[in-house]
Structures are given as structure tokens and as C-alpha cells.
């Protein structure tokens, strides 16, 4: 039997961006990045994100992981042919979700 090959996770450049101007511990990032490698074990650890509200919803379907210990939730999709994640945003767990998803950069990163 052939082993499949593992996932890999890619920030977008708005997730990024969030973590340089939001995230001032060491301990935070820290724990942001360990949630990456986590999510590369195991994909389908967020829950689907589907909210209430329409405005909230972004055009494709998603899964979210609010990060332990720090105010923070993860926003990310499945690529299931390439097993890649994309990270496309990180957010402040209080954040209006109506204004969620406005603004996403998709350049995706080096980290």
C-alpha cells in the first residue's frame, strides 16, 4: 500500500501580515506556529466554519481552530488534491464576523 503523501500548510500574505502588526509575544507566535505544523498532522483538526450569518461566510468552504491560550483563531482551507492547507487569515477571536473575510490578501508567503 502506498503511503500518501503528508500535508503542507502555506500562509497567505494577509495572515502573515497579521501576525507581524497583531502579535507582539514570543510565546503567541510561538504557539501560532506550532498550530501550523499541527494542522500539517492533522488537516481535519479545525471545525467546518460555517456561521449564522451570511456576510460572515467565506465563498468557499473552510475550517477554523481557535488557538489555545491566546485570543487568536485560525481561518484555513483544504486543497485535498495537492494536500496543502492555506492559512488565509488569523483573527482576533472578538472580531465583528461580518468584516471577517473582507480584506484577504492571497499572495502566499515563505513562512
Known amino acids: 500500500m502506498e503511503e500518501a503523501s503528508p500535508w503542507s500548510a ?3 500574505q494577509s495572515a502573515i501580515t ?3 502588526e ?6 503567541v507566535a510561538r504557539k501560532l506556529f506550532e498550530y501550523r505544523s499541527l494542522l500539517e498532522e492533522l ?9 449564522e450569518y451570511p456576510a460572515a461566510r467565506p465563498p468557499f ?3 477554523a481552530i481557535p488557538v489555545s491560550d491566546t485570543p487568536f483563531t485560525i481561518y484555513y482551507m483544504k ?4 494536500r496543502r492547507l492555506i492559512i488565509f ?3 482576533f477571536q472578538r472580531t465583528d ?3 471577517r473575510f473582507s480584506q484577504i490578501d492571497w499572495t502566499t508567503g515563505s513562512w
Do not use: K, M, W
Open 18 to 20: 497579521f501576525i507581524l
Open 89 to 91: 487569515c488569523i483573527e
Open 10 to 12: 502555506t500562509y497567505t
Open 22 to 27: 497583531h502579535v507582539t509575544s514570543e510565546r
Open 79 to 82: 486543497q485535498e488534491e495537492q
Open 97 to 99: 464576523p461580518n468584516a
Open 61 to 63: 468552504p473552510c475550517r
Open 43 to 51: 488537516p481535519d483538526l479545525g471545525s467546518p466554519y460555517c456561521p
